[in-house]
């Protein structure tokens, strides 16, 4: 009996409080800016221009283009981390392809600190990354990657300084 008693006072606080934490937090809710994630700003007129002649529309060339960015940009991230060259995934241009093949260790770091959205900038040509040669067929680079950092064994000795 008493379970039951006290199994009804619970749900009837829990819904009280759930109402009033609704009413406190319903501000918050509509009028606080959403983390969401940065989409690049295309400018179409731009990519019209330099893609005359295309039998793509200039909306799907652009959509062509930021899928690119974040598939180069996912493939950067991956090798870098892994401290090897990856595979390239099938959905990548192949001139995407041909440039990535042709940068260095520091080059794809520059590419990866700039984002999606940067690598979409600079594959445009709307705001080209230093030291980053823009999107062409470049020759082949093999790509030295730094080792691995060394993590001290926990377990082995350790050097114990005291003070004189």
Known sequence: MWRAIFAGLKKAL?????????????PFRLFAPR?????PTVDVAAIKERMRGHAMKPAELVQSQVRDSVIAWSWISSSLLERQTRPFP?????????????????????????GSTGVFQHASGKKPIPFVPPVQVLKAVTVIYPPPPRVADPNGPRLIRQKA
């Open 14 to 26: 829990r819904g009280a409080f759930g109402v009033g934490l609704f009413i406190i937090t319903l």
């Open 35 to 39: 983390m969401r994630p940065a989409l």
């Open 90 to 114: 099938s959905q990548l241009s192949k001139t995407m392809q041909g440039w990535l093949q042709g940068l260095t260790y520091k080059q794809l770091n520059l590419l990866k600190e700039a």
